[in-house]
């Protein structure tokens, strides 16, 4: 008799047999500095009236599949032209699923660069797209040429562009992210989920480019718990991948909640202010130990290159003393020994300082 091993086997789609899933560690009571989450939590008066808020939510009702109060209040925050719409996801990862569900015909490829965001990937590949990853340079610049040749080579449906790039920190150039969208055959996505820690804005190229969609999130501001993420662009776009989008995917408690938060987003301007100068006096104190590289960062991480061979003992050793960040060593080649570091309150980002100075020097 077939086992169930046997059945899974032969019905489930080869390339998700090959999968290894998306990890989340088990957190406990660990400081958490590896998912760039907001570390403070609402003020305690708004987070009654919140709780106020939620008090007349119908959690026996299904959601307003056009969620309309909260995409007026993103609107205002965004500063969007009435000439572009939105489409929200359960979070920006449901969005990126959704744009390359639509595009991906046959044959398809996305394409984008490495190291980045790791859904691009994972995504095009569980749909059954062909993925091509174009290697950053040594210090994690866009490497204009390669690129170039390998959208003429493969003439990708789909390009995702995140700026500021994860894991890496930093801003591309945005003349060469032009030339690319340009050049490009297909949709390019820019993913801007870090945008509240740097003073680019890529939304000017909706009004220069008919192949560009914007994605936003509002997990890396304070509200990675409710799951909201923003795809802007053309109407004509918007339109066709919003048929894909299961129409009940903002859930109740997630509108309320971010109809409510939009309305008070200076609490999220002002506690994102107060990250990035955390971050400022972080890579100052990180300089200052034996580390082979702490890298600039326009984002409300950091990342470190831990003296050679030595990453994961590091990063071990910050877990035991009740601090969890992420190791990046073997994630790709140009991440050899690196860990990434999310900002945390100062506080806790003196804790993390003292476990990683006496794991550097033990
Ligand atoms: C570049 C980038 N895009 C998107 C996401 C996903 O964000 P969300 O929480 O909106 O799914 C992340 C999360 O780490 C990210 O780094």
Redesign the pocket.
Known sequence: MKTVKDWVKDLVRPEVMALSAYHVPETGRLLKLDA?ENPWALPDALRAQWLQVLESVQINRYPNPAAPTVKAGLRKMMGLSSQYELLLGN???ELIQLVAMALAKPGASVLSVEPS?V?YKMIAQFLGLQYHGVALTEDFALDRETLLAAIKTHQPALVFL?QPN?PTGNLFDATIVEEIIAVTPGLVVV?E??LAFTDSDALPLLDRHPNVLIMR?L?KVGL?GL?L?ILAGAPEWIREIDKLRLPYNINVLTQASAAFLLDHYDTFREQTARLRAARTDLIQALRVLPLERVWPSEANFVLVRAPAGEARAVFEALKKSGVLIKCLDGAHPLLKDCLRITVGTPQENQQMLAALEKSLID
């Open positions: 760039m979070g920006s990862d965001f859904m995140a994860n993913d989920a870090y999130t997990s990675a799951r993420g």
